[in-house]
């Protein structure tokens, strides 16, 4: 976990920037995404991530800024790699899942999300977010819709209105909405998630 005492920086008496302890980072990154500044956020929680590799809760605060700032593949990465080191993380496994859906990528999409419906069966969004995804195979084959190079759907549909379903209700897949809920965790981790939205 990020410490207040830790600092990151350089030293403001010896004419460096002002030092900034990974709590600050953690939290200014949390506000950016809060104020409508995703892809800022991503940059500054890429930096602390860059010097606290090990913080799950810095890897997850740049998941969710990656996902909303629309870099589905780095979500994808980040979300792995929390779902890698604790394959009992629903919420992990959900985020990876959407990114995936998002990215086109409906059979990864498929597969983690069913696993984050196993793991919290209770969760509505989980729940919808595989029907819509098991929905979108269907129509577009078992790995998702032709794309060209770029990765745009050839037929020339949105892809993020299909991987939210044909409701587009956006914030009920969206991970870093998900976690405004404050939804329980689970395992040897229990506790409320903060609401980013606050």
């Avoid at 800022?40 to 890429?46: D, F, G, N, V």
């Avoid at 859906?101 to 498929?110: I, P």
Wanted: no cysteine; charged share 30%; hydrophobic share 30%.
């Amino acid at each position: 976990m990020l410490g207040a005492g830790d600092e990151i920086g350089g030293n403001a008496a010896q004419g460096g920037p002002v030092q900034e302890s990974p709590y600050d980072l953690y939290q200014r990154g949390l506000k950016l995404m809060r104020t409508g500044s995703p892809a800022a956020a991503a940059q500054l929680l890429q930096r602390l991530v860059d010097l606290h590799p090990d913080s799950r809760s810095a890897r997850e605060a740049l998941a969710r800024a990656q996902f909303r700032s629309g870099q589905y593949p780095r979500a994808q990465e980040s979300f792995r790699w929390i779902a890698e080191r604790d394959p009992s993380d629903d919420y992990a496994h959900f985020g990876l899942g959407l990114s995936a859906a998002r990215a086109g990528d409906l059979e990864l999409a498929s597969g983690h999300l069913a696993l984050a419906v196993a793991l919290r069966p209770e969760r509505d969004p989980y729940r919808r977010a595989l029907e819509d995804v098991r929905g979108q195979r269907e129509v577009h084959g078992r790995r998702g819709p032709s794309r060209d190079v770029s990765g745009q759907d050839q037929s020339g549909e949105d892809q993020a209105r299909g991987a939210r379903g044909a409701r587009g209700d956006e914030s009920r897949q969206d991970p870093s909405r998900e976690a405004e809920t404050g939804r329980e965790r689970t395992g040897h981790e229990r506790h409320e998630r903060e609401d980013p939205a606050s």
